[in-house]
């Protein structure tokens, strides 16, 4: 039998043509996208009412259409992310605006941030008490003030300045987070346990959005109350770039939610976006490395990133994650659970 001699070079040709060819005709680049997330936590089908979980679903599914109807009209991902997350800020289902979660002294103070990726203009606020849409806030600190950060009395100076909606503390009131902090409370004394936060059976709730828009523009926005029991002005990666939220041109948006200090501590955002900057690690696999490192250290959480190509990865190590996107002409799709 004649042996088949296969130049080692047309192999290599051949399997490059073949790869590319599958990949594009799987995953075309959408014309604008969206995805957001409601936080992430031990969130059990098993624990969850009907109503409760229609509830949710009916939150999500609007947040996704007031972002799709901005992008679908021109709109930019900046004001998608920002027309979004004050939505969910409005709803008392999530840890962020009306929803925040009560400080150890039965506050609520709140965190918000927001980046463009087209030119890496951030804008954040940290621990803001009266304010009624933190994520609103952001975004007048990044494009009205030269600065990205501004914290607590500051931030609400800035935000008398600038005209924005001020609220009275109370509004923040929910007797669903009241409560949660009354057993966090407890549960402290019982064990005699100066920890300042609980984590067991801990659901996040933060928020967050990520957007890619006609014109190829990436945006990423988190808001959030932070962590029940939170004490002594405790800050966590919420407001910080780089660690909840981030969001570049070049590669990704992206926004997390879990376990705070350890997003911090690994610079979580950022780390996705290097690693896809840095070594091309596709998106999925860049986030699901980020996550695994969070969790080597035992905390929990997830990210929702969309890179600049329309491509989505929403991992996480808890039980669940309120998480959905759209893309363009296409319809919503709503998770809760793990798949
Ligand atoms: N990451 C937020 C924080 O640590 C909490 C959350 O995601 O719900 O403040």
């Not at 979004?84 to 800020?89: D, G, K, N, R, S």
């Not at 289902?93 to 890496?120: I, P, Q, R, W, Y």
């Not at 609220?167 to 987070?177: L, N, S």
Request: net charge neutral.
């Amino acid at each position: 039998m004649q042996k088949l001699h296969l130049n080692p070079m047309l192999i290599v040709l051949i399997t490059l043509f073949f790869g590319c060819t599958s990949t594009s005709s799987t995953q075309h680049k959408p014309d604008f996208a969206l995805v957001i997330h409601g936080g992430a936590g031990t969130i059990l089908k098993k624990n969850m009412s009907d109503e409760k979980e229609k509830a949710y679903r009916d939150a999500l599914e609007n947040a996704l259409h007031t972002g799709n109807e901005i992008l679908a009209s021109g709109g930019s991902s900046v004001d998608a992310v920002v027309a979004v997350i004050t939505q969910m800020e409005d709803s008392p289902l999530f840890n962020a605006g009306k929803g925040a979660v009560f400080t150890h002294e039965g506050k609520n103070e709140l965190d918000a941030s927001l980046m463009n990726g087209a030119d890496l203009n951030v804008g954040a606020v940290a621990g803001v008490t009266q304010i009624k849409n933190p994520i609103q806030l952001a975004r007048l600190v990044m494009e009205n003030s030269p600065h990205v950060l501004f914290a607590r009395e500051g931030a609400e100076a800035f935000a008398k300045e600038q005209g924005i909606e001020m609220t009275d503390p109370k509004y923040f009131y929910t007797e669903r987070r009241w409560e949660s902090l009354q057993k966090a409370l407890e549960k402290e004394k019982s064990q005699n346990d100066a920890a300042i936060i609980q984590m067991e059976n801990a659901k996040f709730g933060t928020v967050g959005c990520v957007a890619l828009d006609k014109n190829g523009n990436l945006a990423a926005g988190t808001s959030t109350g932070g962590m029940t029991n939170k004490r002594f002005g405790r800050v966590g990666d919420s407001p910080i770039i780089g660690a909840g939220t981030y969001a570049n041109n070049k590669t990704c948006a992206v926004s997390a939610t879990g376990h705070g200090e350890f997003f911090i501590r690994n610079m979580v955002a950022y780390d996705i976006a290097a690693m896809m900057e840095y070594k091309r690690l596709a998106v999925k696999d860049a986030a699901q490395m980020a996550i695994d490192k969070v969790g080597s250290m035992q905390a929990t959480g997830g990210v929702i990133v969309l890179d600049k190509n329309g491509t989505i990865a929403m991992p996480f190590n808890t039980e669940g994650m309120y998480r959905g996107y759209i893309k363009a002409g296409e319809e919503p799709v709503i998770k809760i659970y793990k798949d």
